[in-house]
């Protein structure tokens, strides 16, 4: 009886206007902020204009429709600025007589892709193979131990989907493949995390939750540049390009297509590498139409950080301003939505404007609570722009090189936690928070 016109797919601060569609039963909707009313609508035109805050705070837009004696009749609702996927992956277990699972297949569902450009899926952090389009097979493994299966699935424009589901274990019985995923960040020498090591550590009101699984995993790193970093990346000392250049002590010319400039900086296998546009585009679907910030495709397994910062990807963009500080909000969402270990990296250079909506320290307070870390690297001799988290300098490619291993370092200690049931993560606690872990960014 009552539904929103208006969807907010995107980042969302300060005034816009909602507009919903009726039935005729409809004598009146009342729309409400975060349980708050905020406006009410008695008749045509159905809309009104809410303010959604200065902040990018976690929101929820609801629209309750009454009949003319005020009897409710109905009600929707969005959620504001939090991770929402463009489209959904379900993962389906087959099992062979004896119950045992052997295999995976991925299924989706997108009014706006017919087919992924790519499908990953994990057990336990490990690639699996695939059988045949789709349809991946699982090794022999202990079904007394609980076993997590994760898929990643790429679709065309850079939108991705994230599933998964579990199996065995002592609790296989009562697991839900509702799974919640918390990340941690281990403090000090520590390497290894188990389930019942951590049992009981969590809750939620007050009411411990209980562990399923702790897991390493695959990482996703969303770099998102200024004006000119591509252009004085080829101006640090200790690795030219095209003329020549020293790397690792010795001469070679560097080209755009030299294997060395590729691979220089790599990052181990399982992580993925992106790079997000500055600048906004406008997309248009039906009445929908909404702003979004690009990704470029992943970058393969054998290309490093220094060949993607170099690198002048043609992502194009009807916007001619740059919005650094909203893309990096942008791009905080998407590496949350994958629900594994990540970071965002904002790579400054000599010339950096921003024409955002919102400035850094709300983009930075807002990576903050989605979990994200954000790290800032400036690369030249300018002073790094204001408002950022402090910036790591750096005038030579040893500096760059540094940064790198810095940043491998930091995700190296990161940790999903897999909690039974689904909850709002923002409302966990961490109850031996001083221990060895923490939850969120370092």
């Given amino acids: 009886m009552v539904r929103f016109l208006t969807l907010f797919l995107g980042l969302l601060v300060g005034p816009h206007e909602v507009e919903v569609m009726v039935n005729t039963a409809v004598a009146a909707v009342e729309l409400r902020l975060d349980d708050a009313a905020v406006a009410r609508l008695e008749g045509e035109p159905w809309r009104a204009e809410v303010d959604f805050g200065d902040d990018l705070a976690f929101r929820e837009l609801e629209a309750v429709a009454f009949d003319s004696d005020g009897n409710e009749l109905d009600r929707t609702a969005q959620a504001i600025n939090v991770p929402r996927p463009q489209a959904e992956v379900e993962l389906l277990l087959e099992r062979d007589e004896s119950g045992r699972p052997i295999a995976v297949r991925v299924e989706w569902q997108s009014t706006e892709f017919a087919r992924p450009e790519e499908v990953h899926v994990t057990l336990d952090g490990e690639r699996m193979l695939e059988l045949e389009p789709h349809r991946f097979g699982l090794p022999q493994v202990d079904t ?10 790429g679709f065309p424009g850079g939108a991705r989907a994230h599933a998964q589901t579990s199996f065995g274990g002592v609790y296989f019985a009562e697991t839900s493949d509702q799974l919640t995923a918390v990340l941690v960040s281990l403090i ?5 995390l188990g389930s019942e090591e951590i049992a ?12 399923v699984a702790v897991e390493k995993g695959p990482v996703e790193v ?4 200024s004006e000119g970093v591509a252009s004085v990346m080829s101006r640090l000392d200790g690795l030219g390009y095209a003329g020549g250049g020293t790397y690792g002590g010795g001469n070679f010319p560097i080209s755009p297509d030299s294997a060395r400039m590729k691979t220089a900086l790599s990052l181990p296998k399982h992580y993925r590498l992106r790079l997000m546009s500055p600048r906004a585009t406008r997309v248009s679907r039906g009445k929908l139409s909404f702003e979004t910030f690009l990704l470029s495709p992943s970058l393969t397994q054998d290309m490093g950080v220094y060949w993607a910062l170099w690198q002048r990807f043609r992502i194009s963009s009807p916007t001619p301003q740059p919005r650094l500080s909203d893309a990096v909000a942008t791009a905080g969402l998407q590496a949350a939505s994958g629900k594994r270990r990540r970071a965002v990296v904002l790579v400054t250079g000599d010339e950096t404007r921003d024409f955002s909506t919102i400035g850094p320290e709300v983009a930075t307070d807002y990576l903050r609570r989605l979990a994200v870390p954000l790290y800032v ?9 204001e408002g950022w988290p402090e910036a790591t300098p750096i005038f030579q ?10 940043l491998e370092k930091e995700l190296g200690r990161q940790r999903v936690i897999w909690l039974d049931e689904k909850h709002d993560p923002r409302r966990i606690r961490l109850v031996n928070q001083d221990v060895i872990a923490r939850i969120g960014a370092p």
């Fill in 144 to 153: 007394k131990s609980f076993h997590l299966v994760q898929a990643d699935v």
């Fill in 188 to 192: 000090g020498r520590k390497r290894s």
């Fill in 200 to 211: 009981g550590w969590f809750s939620l009101d007050g009411e411990p939750l209980r562990v």
């Fill in 222 to 225: 969303v770099f998102v540049r």
């Fill in 377 to 385: 690297w400036h690369i030249g001799s300018s002073a790094p722009p």
């Fill in 397 to 406: 490619y040893p500096e760059l090189k540094r940064a790198v291993r810095s």
